[in-house]
T-cell receptor, first 109, second 111 residues
């Protein structure tokens, strides 16, 4: 079972920042937070991951709270092509990736 | 220059048949995976291979058999297909276990 909780759906206006929350209150000290997304009819795509510190790459930023019980994925300027299901995954390296239900993000023109 | 490719993209077949799905990756990764995504969109791992050796085998009927001829290929063979096998099957590969690259998927429909 997934160890994360995400809202089932969110809307975001095109050009605005999309902030996708994730709760992982039972995360262990050696577990990372990974984010993937799945655009309709495509395979999942890795976005970003982090352990404690905030992370940023060309796709997104990941903000992890100090107690590590929650995190937020930020798409700074959402486009229509960012419409997808976003998965937040807690991963320790010893088990397979477990995909939950994710958040369906709809970017609206 | 597709990183992870799968063939076929669509597969329609009748119950009881045997079919295979092929997967190839050109990323030089050591580990490859098969996932199943059912009609409710849940994505679950089926198998994981590292350097041609099986390292993960989740609760999957033994009608499903992965075959890895070399590091770049992981094929999925399914015997005696059932209606419940209808799903989208994704192949993936990775160098580190959590940053995985997925193929485009194979939509299997069993009639």
């Amino acid at each position: 079972d997934a160890k994360t909780t995400q809202p089932p759906s969110m809307d975001c206006a095109e050009g605005r920042a999309a902030n996708l929350p994730c709760n992982h209150s039972t995360i262990s000290g050696n577990e990372y937070v990974y984010w993937y997304r799945q655009i309709h009819s495509q395979g999942p795509q890795y976005i970003i991951h982090g352990l404690k510190n905030n992370e940023t790459n060309e796709m997104a930023s990941l903000i992890i709270t100090e107690d590590r019980k929650s995190s937020t994925l930020i798409l700074p300027h959402a486009t229509l092509r960012d419409t997808a299901v976003y998965y937040c995954i807690v991963y320790s390296g010893n088990t397979p990736l477990v995909f939950g239900k994710g958040t369906r993000l709809s970017v609206i023109a | 220059d597709t990183a992870v490719s799968q063939t076929p993209k669509y597969l329609v077949t009748q119950m009881g048949n045997d079919k295979s799905i092929k997967c190839e990756q050109n990323l030089g990764h050591d580990t490859m995976y098969w996932y199943k995504q059912d009609s409710k969109k849940f994505l679950k791992i089926m198998f994981s291979y590292n350097n041609k050796e099986l390292i993960i085998n989740e609760t999957v009927p033994n009608r499903f058999s992965p075959k890895s001829p070399d590091k770049a290929h992981l094929n999925l063979h399914i015997n005696s297909l059932e209606l419940g096998d209808s799903a989208v099957y994704f192949c993936a590969s990775s160098h580190t276990s959590a940053e995985q690259y997925f193929g485009p998927g194979t939509r299997l429909t069993v009639t």
